[in-house]
Nanobody
Framework: QVRLVESGGGLVQPGGSLRLSCAAS????????MGWYRQAPGKERDLVAT????????YYAGSVKGRFTISRDNAKNTVYLQMNNLKPEDTAVYYC???????WGQGTQVTVSS
């Protein structure tokens, strides 16, 4: 049974940092690309970043490039999203997904507010 469990969300002030984690189980993690998405209230779910199975190919949405870093540890079956210099517009529920989007986690809330 495929399972993705996000953690690490919370309330942070503008300019602050958070690191999200997504623990995967039920499949051979090292053979799948993974992605982080986010959905703000009243908006569609948007792609934030993806990372290839071996970690060598990475994509970032323009709105987070230079501030967010996606990484993975295949030995721990975990994908991470380091978020720095957070802005109020980064407020959303963040989801991890197995590429091509066939499995999703339950999401973790990130709120950026003073």
């Amino acid at each position: 049974q495929v399972r993705l469990v996000e953690s690490g969300g919370g309330l942070v002030q503008p300019g602050g940092s958070l690191r999200l984690s997504c623990a995967a189980s039920g499949f051979i993690f090292s053979t799948y690309a993974m992605g982080w998405y986010r959905q703000a209230p009243g908006k569609e779910r948007d792609l934030v970043a993806t990372i290839s199975a071996n970690g060598r190919n990475i994509y970032y949405a323009g709105s987070v490039k230079g501030r967010f870093t996606i990484s993975r540890d295949n030995a721990k079956n975990t994908v991470y999203l380091q978020m720095n210099n957070l802005k109020p517009e980064d407020t959303a529920v963040y989801y991890c997904s197995r590429v091509p989007g066939d499995y999703w986690g339950q999401g973790t809330q990130v709120t950026v507010s003073s």
